[in-house]
């Protein structure tokens, strides 16, 4: 008789812990149906640190960036939920990772940054076809130390002939500066918030062909950079 009780009561409580088991799973399940959800653009692989993104990326059968729904109480403000976030050429709107995307996890606004940013990888910012090149640009070659990023230059050579007479001539208009100074010299310039206005280096937007030409004069001529007018 004892050994039927203590069936009964192992019966009862195994009974009671799974009718318990089975409610809660209810619960949670209602609790999750009815629960406000946000959608987030999150990578469907890693993404490392200096990717451009690219309207690929959400094409084809394997897009490296989709949609995912994730409850609204997880979701920050720092969280993707657009692509136009990301690409938007009518706004001008090109972002670059300056941090690695993991799959699967929300993207956040704070390992992106717009394509023409301070912290984005110079490589990045070229147009197809063109290269950057950096020369030797003393105050004396240079406008001393009044040439500035974003401005354009001539490059005026004085060429000998064989017989000594010295020429003049503008090898090259409007060649714009990308970079004033060294690397260093920039980081340094954005974390104090001052001005480069001693440099011996120039970084200049040039095709291949051009580079060829600047090192030849570098190597070969004298020559001396004119400033022109920011156009307004």
């Known amino acids: 008789m004892k050994k039927v009780y203590l069936i ?3 019966v009862a409580i195994i009974a009671g812990v799974a009718t318990y088991m089975f409610a809660t799973e209810i619960d949670s399940k209602t609790k999750f149906k009815d629960a406000e959800m946000v959608t987030v653009l999150v990578p469907t692989a890693d993404i490392d640190k200096n990717v451009e993104i690219t309207a ?12 995912k ?3 609204a109480a997880d979701s ?15 706004n001008n709107v090109h972002m670059v990772t300056v941090d690695k995307l993991y799959a699967n996890e929300p993207i ?3 390992r992106l940054e717009d394509k023409n940013g301070d912290d984005v990888t110079l490589s990045l910012k070229l147009p197809k076809g063109m290269v950057a090149y950096s020369f030797d640009a003393g105050s004396v070659k240079s406008v001393d130390g009044y040439i500035s990023e974003g401005d ?3 490059v005026l050579v004085n060429k000998t002939d064989d017989a000594g007479n010295v020429k003049t001539e503008i090898a090259y208009k409007d060649l714009k500066i990308l970079r004033v100074s060294t690397n260093a010299d920039n980081s340094t310039a954005s974390q104090s918030g001052t001005k480069i206005t001693t440099y011996s ?6 095709t291949k062909k051009q580079a060829l030409k600047l090192y030849e004069i570098e190597n ?4 001396k950079l004119v400033l022109n007018p920011r156009q307004k």
């Open 56 to 67: 690929d990326m959400f094409e084809g059968d394997n897009p490296q960036i989709v949609t």
């Open 108 to 110: 956040n606004k704070n």
């Open 152 to 154: 354009t230059v001539d």
């Open 76 to 90: 920050t403000d720092n969280y993707v939920k657009a692509q136009t976030e990301l690409l938007d050429d009518a």
């Open 201 to 206: 280096t120039l970084t200049v937007e040039v």
């Open 8 to 10: 009964a009561v192992i």
């Open 220 to 223: 070969k001529y004298d020559y």
């Open 69 to 71: 729904e994730i409850l």
